[in-house]
């Protein structure tokens, strides 16, 4: 079984401050990795997703995340913090198997601080 | 990217009735999914939906409480039936594309049951 878990779910920064959320998975397969973003009163976009090669994976919005199996962590990071990153994050693994269903983690709400 | 719209956006429901949630795609699409998204909480998967098969539900959803229909390669619905307040919840509809393979999610059903 596969799941998923964000520490925190609640992060505060100030406008231009490093941003980092963190995901923690577990997997019995190779895991697929996500991170959506849900902005108010609208659906999930992608950001950015891990699913073979290179282990440091850029997205959109200056977002990026590394993937580090020894530590099953995927966290989210960006240099410089702005107003309009505010919204939810959502961490998710799959196991791209035929379904490609996805487990989603419980979801961290960033704010930004002038 | 796949566009994925939804109806209705919102509703407010009397308890005990059904309603039924449209996903529509602009363009032809082999696996639909229906997620759950409860106050405060993370993404849940109801059920994944393919055209001319019987959905496949997850563990604690059942047919006689969300029957979903795809009659075509373009088009799914979730009905939420006898509803109770513990059914309000946003119900998002999403789509896989194969190559690359992603998951395009829609805005979401917001529900609110009385």
């Known amino acids: 079984a596969q799941s998923v878990t964000q520490l925190g779910s609640h992060v505060s920064v100030s406008e231009g401050a490093l941003v980092l959320l963190r995901c923690n998975y577990s997997s019995s397969v190779p895991p697929y990795l996500f991170w959506y973003v849900q902005y108010p009163n609208q659906g999930l976009q992608l950001l950015l997703k891990?699913?073979?090669?290179?282990?440091l994976v850029k997205g959109i919005n200056g977002f990026e995340a590394e993937f580090k199996k020894s530590e099953t962590s995927f966290h989210l990071t960006k240099p410089s913090a702005h107003m309009s990153d505010a919204a939810e994050y959502f961490c998710?693994?799959?196991?791209?198997?035929?379904?490609?269903?996805?487990?989603f983690g419980t979801g961290t709400l960033l704010a930004v601080q002038p | 990217s796949a566009v994925i719209s939804q109806k209705p956006s919102r509703d407010i429901c009397q308890r005990g009735t059904s309603l039924t949630i449209q996903c529509q795609v602009d363009?032809?699409?082999?696996?639909m999914f229906w997620y759950r998204q409860q106050p405060g909480q993370s993404l849940t998967l109801i059920a994944t939906a393919n055209q001319g098969s019987e959905a496949t539900y997850e563990s604690g959803f059942v047919i006689d409480k969300f029957p979903i229909s795809r009659p075509n390669l373009t088009f799914s619905t979730l009905t939420v039936s006898n509803m109770s307040p513990e059914d309000s919840s946003i119900y998002l509809c999403s789509v896989e594309r194969q190559v690359p393979r992603e998951l395009f999610f829609g805005e979401g059903s917001r529900l609110t049951v009385l």
């Open positions: 363009s032809q699409v082999t696996m």
């Open positions: 891990y699913t073979t090669g290179a282990t």
């Open positions: 998710a693994v799959s196991d791209g198997g035929a379904t490609n269903k996805l487990i």
